[in-house]
């Protein structure tokens, strides 16, 4: 049985809660971390997916973390919660335009380019792609999934808080994934401060700045409504590796 599921978002600390979870032993990845079974293998059936997951054991949790899946087709989630009624889902936000920048460097990677190599309209073209725009656009994820998924079933996390506490993010997730939630109070907190695949960092040129700040503005606005918190000093992110402005 599939008990949980992240969602992303892409570029916001997913890695890093798979590493962690892992850890803890009433929680367990049977096919790794990320299955893209609803994005991609779709044509296996639900059956296939769902065989997976079949080795359950007594008082452990199990699932997967894949963050293409916040982007799903409304169609997609209703079958999924049709399938697994009681899911457990979390989703971890990151400033959308530090999460957009870190994506363009990841494509660049993955490209075989150099920064050097890539123009401002290449970046530009990036940010306004589609698969880019559905990844930063949060609230609209977030409708999808809450039209069928309970609340009391959607953790939301914000990866300003796994940086400034990421135990108390952990502890957190484990009360939503309904697993022991002291566990993680025997972990030092140098070795969940670690960063896990950081990825390539450069800092952001002020007009491809400039230019996320205005094409995220009123979904951030949007979101700091609708959880209830402060968003705008990410807004006020400066571009440079590490320095993204704490949230109150």
């Known amino acids: 049985m599939i008990d949980f599921l992240g969602i992303g978002a892409q570029k916001a ?24 079974f609803w994005d991609q293998h779709r044509c296996n059936g639900a059956d296939w997916w769902l ?119 952990l502890t957190a997730l484990c009360r939503h994934l309904e697993v022991d939630a002291e566990w993680f109070n025997a972990v030092s907190a140098a070795d969940l401060s670690a960063p896990v695949f950081a990825g390539v960092g450069h800092e952001i040129p002020d007009p491809l700045l400039a230019f996320l700040r205005v094409m995220y503005q009123p979904m951030i606005r949007r979101l700091s409504a609708v959880i209830g918190r402060d968003l705008s000093p990410w807004l006020e992110w400066d571009g440079r590796r590490g320095s993204e402005p704490p949230l109150c």
């Open 51 to 169: 065989g997976l997951f079949a080795d359950d054991r007594q008082g452990q949790k199990q699932g997967e973390i894949t963050p293409a899946y916040a982007t799903l087709d409304p169609a997609a989630i209703r079958e999924i919660a049709a399938l697994l009624p009681d899911l457990r889902v979390f989703y971890s936000l990151r400033n959308p335009i530090a999460r957009a920048w870190s994506s363009a460097l990841m494509a660049l990677e993955r490209a075989e380019m150099t920064i050097d190599e890539a123009s401002h309209v290449w970046f530009l073209d990036h940010f306004k792609s589609s698969g880019s725009r559905r990844r930063g656009d949060y609230v609209s994820c977030m409708t999808n999934w809450l039209a069928t998924t309970p609340h009391k079933q959607f953790l939301i996390i914000l990866f300003d808080d796994i940086i400034a506490a990421p135990g108390t993010v």
């Open 13 to 36: 600390a997913t890695t890093w809660i798979y590493q962690h979870l892992s850890r803890h032993p009433q929680i367990r990845f049977p096919a790794g971390k990320e299955v893209h």
